[in-house]
T-cell receptor, first 115, second 110 residues
């Protein structure tokens, strides 16, 4: 069984640029959630995709957007990067059909540095 | 709204000593509660999950947590710390979206 994978592992961008982060969900999972973990803090929920549609969003501006593809992989896009966007971005997959409180399995993350 | 508060950003114990990491939750509905562990430069690994089936939840690596509704607590314990337990531990609450605490870094002294 393949776990959650993310690419790239590290990324350096400059303020104002755009970035796309990718996530492949665990086999059999249909739900992908994205989290931002700033240095020294706990992860914060950005949004979740279930069967290719956004299914919940945290307190993040619209310049954070996403996609989920038919194979349940996902992308996180961030436009107009700001210095405060520097963080570890974590993707988690789960199986919505298993009921509420489904277990989310996390990938290793993408570390983004905005200069 | 759902949230968790972790008491103590850093905890230090000796190898072989009891580990106790504290977490209090706030939830307007019966909560699903989680403990995750994060090793340096890695993602999050699920230690255990509470789903109302039993108040004492056993997880991996010898960890367990007890759900106490009267105290709105979900503290994580391990009877005997091992050097490999040194990591950051996150308590979390939620259903489809998970809301994490600020984390507790566990240091294990030889």
């Amino acid at each position: 069984e393949t776990g959650v994978t993310q690419s790239p592992t590290h990324l350096i961008k400059t303020r104002g640029q755009q970035v796309t982060l990718r996530c492949s969900s665990q086999s059999g999972h249909n739900t992908v959630s994205w989290y931002q973990q700033a240095l020294g803090q706990g992860p914060q929920f950005i949004f979740q995709y279930y069967r290719e549609e956004e299914n919940g969003r945290g307190n993040f501006p619209p310049r954070f957007s996403g996609l989920q593809f038919p194979n349940y992989s996902s992308e996180l896009n961030v436009n107009a990067l700001e210095l405060d966007d520097s963080a570890l971005y974590l993707c988690a997959s789960s199986s919505r059909d298993s009921g509420r409180g489904e277990t989310q399995y996390f990938g290793p993350g993408t570390r983004l540095l905005v200069l | 709204a759902q949230s968790v508060t972790q008491l103590g950003s850093h905890v230090s114990v000796s190898e072989g000593a009891l580990v106790l990491l504290r977490c209090n939750y706030s939830s307007s509905v019966p909560p699903y509660l989680f403990w995750y562990v994060q090793y340096p430069n890695q993602g999050l690994q699920l230690l255990l999950k509470y789903t109302s089936a039993a108040t004492l939840v056993k997880g991996i690596n010898g960890f367990e947590a007890e759900f106490k509704k009267s105290e709105t607590s979900f503290h994580l314990t391990k009877p005997s710390a091992h050097m490999s337990d040194a990591a950051e531990y996150f308590c979390a609450v939620g259903g489809s979206a998970i809301y994490f605490g600020s984390g507790t870094k566990l240091n294990v002294k030889p």
